[in-house]
């Protein structure tokens, strides 16, 4: 396991439809077959290669389980950026939807400021709901295209376009998830329905 290509570790092609009983069922044997507790009498490098190789897995794992993830970690395999957990290279989010969200963050402003009245309070958990249901469906656009991703490559098609339209939708989405984490800590709620729990 001399990669660290997350589809390799499993003996997966680089695509976004994953068999998901049959990766849960390969990171069991991984994870069994790699885990420390069963290098214990080896030397310490074989030890600490284990160790390794067993982080790997996990990582692996997390990536390619969510279909997000997936999505995200495959168009940074694609571009050649970093794609360890927490690497910094983040889209920009789209133009439009900066503007749109100006009266959000003026409103977190104020909120911030001037302290929330109930009112106020309304208004942030409606527009946290609205955003919420947004996010959801830029998650479902992402999820509902990767079957035509899959089908480009196996036609050996050219996918510079479906490329350039996963990359804004993700941007658009880790933007949306931005603004609702913002608005969670105006308003001292915790309503966080990330699938994983790193920001984007």
Do not use: C
């Amino acid at each position: 396991m001399a990669t660290d290509d997350y589809f390799t570790v499993f003996g997966l092609p680089r695509k976004l439809a994953v068999d998901e009983e049959a990766l849960r069922r390969r990171f069991y044997e991984l994870s069994r077959a790699h885990h420390p507790d069963f290098h214990q009498g080896a030397s310490e490098a074989a030890q600490a290669a284990a160790l390794a190789r067993s982080a790997l897995v996990n990582r692996a794992y997390r990536a390619l389980r969510d279909p997000i993830a997936r999505v995200e970690y495959l168009i940074a395999l694609e571009e050649g950026r970093d794609t360890r957990e927490g690497a910094e290279a983040r889209p920009k989010a789209p133009r439009d939807l900066l503007e749109e969200m100006l009266e959000v963050q003026e409103a977190l402003e104020e909120a911030r400021s001037g302290g929330l009245d109930e009112g106020a309070r309304e208004r942030l958990r409606a527009e946290r709901e609205r955003l919420a249901a947004r996010k959801r469906a830029e998650e479902e656009a992402l999820s509902g295209r990767a079957g035509e991703w899959d089908a480009a490559l196996d036609a050996g098609g050219d996918r510079t376009a479906l490329l350039g339209w996963f990359k804004e939708r993700l941007a658009t989405r880790a933007y949306l998830r931005t603004v609702i984490d913002d608005l969670n800590e105006a308003l001292g709620e915790e309503q966080d329905q990330h699938v994983s729990h790193r920001r984007h």
